[in-house]
């Protein structure tokens, strides 16, 4: 799985953005932005240092290029072996197969180019260790890892009392928790690839996530894991739910599905909702599925 080439989400502006402080850092190879809102400033501040604090400490763990990571010593494992990991690593793993499984191997972080077993990763909750089915397969966390940092930042900021903030990693997915006093909620503008971002809508989101991923026809890199081809027929895809992990896999999982098998997904998931940007005979044609409040 490859993270989009370029971004399908940016917070856009208004009130909400206008009056919240802004904190940002580079971390997993993009900007991550914390916006909050209604907080002393000083309060605000170390607030955002300590979720700024478990990103970085999240990308010692999860991330596949530095040696030392849970992810890192999984790809040098001999196949089947128990590699014990951190709680973070085994939880976003746990999420991602659980993913994969509801979306008929839509979404795998064992792929890589290769075609995917169906059992490729084997999770031991008695003791939070993991085993690959094949030797060197390795994981790609590219498309879960963010998200499933912004969840953690998000706690972080619950156990500081924050109850108006917005998580933003690299404007590919975003997670709102609460909004700011009086506003409806925190404005977020959707496009990407070749289309403006903006151009499809904007949405205010006032909790959840939500999360794009996006191809063009010159670099078609988001590849269907139960093929191990490009996808074509698709410039992007985005995902509504609960969790920024969730959403942040399921962007790109329905890149990978024909909006057939989108909208049964979305049909027995009542708290996910999905929109694709679909090839047509005159342009680009966009499909939504369960509940979108997009204003022009």
């Known amino acids: 799985m490859s993270d989009p ?5 940016v917070a856009s502006g208004g009130p909400a953005l206008r009056s919240a402080a802004r904190f ?30 478990e990103l970085a400490r999240l990308e010692q763990d999860l991330s596949r290029f530095i040696p030392t990571s849970d992810v890192a010593r999984l790809a040098t494992a001999p196949p089947g072996a128990k590699v014990r990991v951190g709680l973070e690593a085994f939880e976003c793993l746990r999420t991602a197969e659980r993913v994969r499984r509801e979306t008929g191997g839509a979404f795998d972080v064992t792929a890589a180019g290769a075609h995917p ?16 089915a094949r030797g060197g397969a390795g994981v790609d966390l590219g498309g ?30 975003v997670l709102a928790l609460g909004a700011p006093a009086g506003e409806p909620g925190w404005p977020v ?10 151009a499809i809508g904007r949405m205010l989101l006032r909790r ?30 985005w995902a509504l739910a609960p969790s920024a992990a969730e959403a942040d896999a399921l962007s790109t999982a329905f890149f990978v599905m024909s909006p ?16 694709l940007a679909v090839d047509a005979t005159r342009g680009t044609k966009v499909a939504r599925f369960g509940t979108w409040h997009l204003v022009t």
């Open 208 to 237: 959840g996530a939500l999360a794009g991923s996006a191809a063009s026809p010159a670099h078609p890199h988001i590849l269907d894991p139960r093929t191990s081809r490009p996808v074509l027929a698709k410039r992007a895809a």
């Open 144 to 173: 879960i890892g963010k998200g499933y940092a912004l969840d953690r930042m998000a706690g972080v900021l619950r156990d500081w009392s924050i109850t108006a903030a917005l998580l933003d990693a690299g404007g590919s997915t």
């Open 260 to 275: 057939d098998e989108v909208r049964r997904y979305c049909e027995s998931h009542g708290d996910v909702s999905a929109m």
């Open 24 to 53: 940002a850092c580079a971390a997993m190879a993009v900007t991550f932005q914390v916006f909050i809102a209604g907080e002393d400033a000083a309060y605000a501040a170390q607030a955002a240092d300590a979720a700024l604090g």
């Open 189 to 198: 503008a959707v496009g990407g690839a070749e289309t403006p971002v903006g």
């Open 5 to 9: 080439a370029s971004a399908v989400l």
């Open 117 to 132: 077993a169906r059992d490729a990763i084997t999770l031991d909750e008695s003791d939070h260790s993991v085993a690959l």
